[in-house]
């Protein structure tokens, strides 16, 4: 048997109604204290959940961002190539042109080692090129072996400059026979 112990005075003791109503709210008050703990712990999940995933998706981002500028890197060099062998078919579609380029070979076998082509324009109706020669002696042997060649009807001096430190730069342009 069950034995009813109150230790508090009967004055403080609630009246009827009330005393129903504490009975009703003390289970409803640990429901609710257990919602909020789980509601407490469902947000906090999402949070961590959450925050996980978006450092997944900033790093994602941030790989992808590395790959387009790779690829924007390489892009513009097959750009570049591109436009490079659309100038190389133009030329080679004009017939004077392909011959020009061929007599062009002669020439450049002639620049020696120390001397430098620094420009070379080919076109069908006749050949510029800018070369840098470093000694006199280079500069005469290219002008001996360049007026003995019977490819071109015209030599033609652009430009002749010196300077100690580059040394010689001589623009010359060839028409074709």
């Known amino acids: 048997m069950a034995v009813k112990l109150n230790l508090l005075p009967e004055n403080f003791s609630l009246p009827g109604p009330m005393r129903q109503l504490v ?18 712990l ?39 190539l591109k436009d490079r062998l659309a100038q190389i078919k133009l030329a080679q579609a004009v017939p004077n042109a392909t011959k020009n380029l061929n007599k062009v070979d002669p020439i450049l076998a002639l620049v020696k080692n120390d001397s430098l ?6 076109d069908f109706q006749k050949t510029t090129a800018s070369i840098i020669f470093k000694s006199n002696s280079d500069l005469t042997d290219f002008f ?16 002749f400059n010196y300077s100690p430190v580059i040394g010689y ?8 026979k």
Not at 117 to 122: I, R
Not at 169 to 176: E, P, Y
């Open 42 to 80: 469902g947000m906090g999940g999402f949070f961590i959940f959450s925050s996980v995933s978006l450092n997944g998706l900033v790093s994602e981002n941030n790989n992808l961002k590395k790959q387009i500028q790779a690829q924007s890197v390489a892009q513009q060099q097959i750009v570049l």
């Open 117 to 122: 082509l620094s420009e070379l324009v080919v």
């Open 169 to 176: 730069q001589v623009n010359l342009g060839f028409v074709s």
């Open 23 to 40: 009975k009703v709210a003390r289970p409803l008050n640990v429901i609710l204290l257990l919602l909020f703990l789980v509601t407490a």
């Open 144 to 159: 001996k072996s360049v007026s003995s060649n019977s490819d071109y009807s015209n030599i033609s001096l652009g430009t």
